[in-house]
């Protein structure tokens, strides 16, 4: 095979999963500035309603252990063109009701299909791409799902939530089309590989790496997921204030995401997680105080950009791994990330509406601490 021909190959799965990461991501930034706004259309508690958060994640992070299994059986292809029929599926059926039960239930099929993306993602870049742009290739899968993010707060501007279900039911059956036509090497079914995750586990540091990654996530979602019901419960800021300060985060994500990518290969992965979660949890501790439009922004973007580097950081390190257990991994990966993220949504939601200022004062110094874990954890590992 010709390199410009195999390059073509490879630059076109990026693309397609680029275009996933956007699908999935469209609307969960989106409805955490607004739900505010549907509380109050469908005249609910905001806390009764933040719980399309969790009904998303949690399902999300069970279910993306499943996909490894069936990459082994199915076509990459195949399960991607299905899950995005059915997140599509999904979004449809929040989009029809305003009954909050059977929004929670499109939420929960939506998670379950969403979470096939970030497994089938790194696993098949992580094979389609030379290690030694892995940082950059996942910087820039990342990278899209918060462009994603970007595009769905910019339509709560202007148009009311239904929206952000109309969208990805629209996109998630394009989506599909486009991995239907789209290119079948590189996106095989990983045959003879196979998933065992209790042996995965006993790989000499994965333990470590995973218990950063649920607590980085953990206590990071703990904070974000409430940003829409922080900034009006305390900041009083209308819906247009709310969803532009929360398109500055994602656009912020975005770029910390791309320099996390650099910094990953350039400087090393630990550096990454150093560096990243270093500004995040100070920056969560600084929203203990209260600030003009301005300041509060700024401390906002600044921990979407120490998240997003972080998080680089640790993702590449799985991707370094063996590629004999580059299913487990990817799947692990994204199933601690979700499943924990959830958690520290539904944890912290006990105390939040409390005390928002303590509450994330509490959350950055515990966040601060797993500075003293990244030590631990393995970089770089040889062929197991």
Same mark, same amino acid.
């Given at each position: 095979? %010709?390199?410009?021909? /195999?390059?073509?190959?490879? #630059?076109? *799965?990026? +693309?397609? &999963?680029?275009? $996933? ?105 992580? %094979?389609?791409?030379? /290690?030694?742009?892995?940082? #950059?290739? *996942?910087? +820039?899968? &990342?990278?899209? $799902? ?116 650099? *910094? ?121």
């Amino acid at each position: 095979m %010709k390199s410009g021909s /195999k390059n073509s190959y490879r #630059r076109h *799965i990026l +693309l397609l &999963f680029c275009l $996933s990461g956007i699908l999935v991501a469209f609307n969960i930034s989106a409805l955490i500035a607004t739900i505010p706004s549907i509380a109050r259309s469908l005249n609910q508690p905001a806390g009764d309603v933040a719980g399309i958060v969790a009904y998303y994640m949690i399902p999300y992070g069970l279910c993306a252990l499943i996909y490894a299994h069936l990459a082994t059986k199915y076509s990459v292809r195949w399960i991607m063109i299905l899950s995005s029929v059915l997140f599509a599926v999904g979004s449809g059926i929040c989009l029809l009701s305003d009954n909050m039960t059977i929004i929670l239930t499109g939420r929960v099929i939506a998670g379950i299909a969403a979470a096939s993306v970030t497994p089938m993602a790194l696993m098949t870049l992580g %094979k389609v791409f030379d /290690k030694k742009v892995h940082g #950059r290739v *996942i910087g +820039l899968f &990342f990278g899209a $799902s918060f462009f994603g993010s970007t595009l769905g707060l910019i339509l709560t501007e202007f148009a009311t939530w239904h929206w952000l279900f109309i969208v990805p039911t629209v996109l998630g059956v394009f989506v599909a089309i486009a991995f239907a036509i789209g290119p079948r090497q590189g996106m095989e079914a990983n045959l003879g590989v196979k998933v065992n995750y209790l042996h995965a586990l006993q790989i000499k540091g994965l333990r470590r790496i995973l218990i950063l990654i649920f607590l980085m996530s953990m206590f990071f979602h703990g904070v974000c997921k409430w940003y829409g019901v922080f900034l009006d419960h305390i900041y009083g800021f209308n819906q247009q204030t709310i969803s532009f300060i929360i398109i500055l985060t994602a656009i912020a994500g975005s770029i910390g995401q791309m320099l996390g990518g650099v *910094i990953t290969d350039k400087i090393g992965r630990k550096n990454a997680c150093y560096i990243g979660i270093a500004m995040v949890s100070v920056m969560i501790m600084a929203l203990y105080g209260h600030y003009n439009i301005v300041l509060l922004a700024t401390v906002l973007c600044l921990i979407s950009i120490g998240w997003t580097i972080a998080h680089n950081g640790i993702s590449t390190i799985l991707t370094d791994f063996s590629a004999g257990h580059r299913a487990e991994l990817a799947a692990l990966n994204s199933a601690v990330r979700f499943f924990s993220g959830g958690i520290g949504f539904w944890i912290s939601g006990n105390f939040v509406q409390k005390n928002y200022g303590l509450t994330f004062l509490i959350i950055g110094f515990l966040m601060s601490l797993l500075i003293l874990l990244v030590p631990q954890i393995s970089v770089q590992r040889k062929e197991i």
